[in-house]
């Protein structure tokens, strides 16, 4: 495994770490503290890594040759019947996490965009300017990918609260039935993805890079 592919793989199961800790830090803001009490408003990764998801799937990824890198990290716990807000708290929640990873995809984006003009935090083509592009492309993956609207992904929680209750119960059975298959609804989901929408994705996902990045 060459170095800017270990590197990648670090920085994704951080990403992946930064999110669920965001859905944790939006819970206990909202009045559930069940992140807080099992230990998990932390960055340490100890806590958060998936065996399956943080090291079997990314590796498989990689070494098959995938255009897509994707893993995800233990789902945080949280009770949505502690949220104050009942209507919208669970969509604040899940929006948490993929809003952390766009932000974090925007501070690097600009930093590679301007950081290097006149020598001002990175020289043209220096290994710290490549880490920064990395950080930005990753975590604008990850963002965008996890609004997909389908379940478990954060996408289909947000829809789901902002449905009429008379429409969300439907998505609710549905979200129940695919979460009950555990980690194989995931996969078979990224199977679909990666045979069907990967391609397209992976062409906004470029597109918005290098805007952000002046890549472009």
């Known amino acids: 495994m060459t170095p800017e592919i270990t590197l990648s793989l670090i920085i994704l199961i951080l990403s992946v770490i930064a999110h669920e800790v965001a859905h944790g830090y939006a819970a206990n803001a909202l009045g559930d503290p069940t992140a807080r009490l099992a230990g998990r408003l932390t960055l340490n990764p100890l806590p958060h890594i998936d065996f399956l998801g943080s090291v079997i799937l990314p590796a498989l990824l990689v070494f098959s040759g995938s255009p897509i890198l994707f893993g995800w990290a233990k789902p945080v716990p949280y009770n949505p019947y502690n949220l104050r807000n009942q209507r919208w708290g669970e969509a604040f929640v899940a929006v948490a996490g993929s809003a952390t990873n766009l932000l974090l995809a925007v501070i690097f984006g600009l930093l590679v965009r301007y950081g290097s003009a006149g020598g001002m935090f990175f020289v043209p083509g220096s290994p710290a300017l490549s880490l920064a592009a990395t950080i930005a492309f990753v975590n604008?993956?990850?963002?965008?990918?996890?609004?997909?609207?389908?379940?478990?992904?954060?996408?289909?929680?947000v829809l789901r609260c902002a449905l009429p209750w008379s429409l969300s119960r439907g998505l609710l059975s549905f979200e129940s039935s695919v979460r009950g298959l555990g980690?194989?609804?995931?996969?078979?989901?990224?199977?679909?993805?990666?045979?069907?929408?990967?391609?397209?994705?992976?062409?906004?996902?470029?597109?918005?890079?290098?805007?952000?990045?002046?890549?472009a």
């Open 140 to 157: 604008l993956f990850l963002g965008l990918f996890n609004l997909i609207p389908f379940p478990p992904l954060d996408g289909f929680t």
């Open 183 to 215: 980690a194989i609804s995931l996969i078979l989901f990224i199977l679909i993805f990666a045979s069907v929408l990967a391609r397209p994705f992976y062409g906004l996902v470029l597109l918005l890079f290098g805007l952000l990045t002046g890549a």
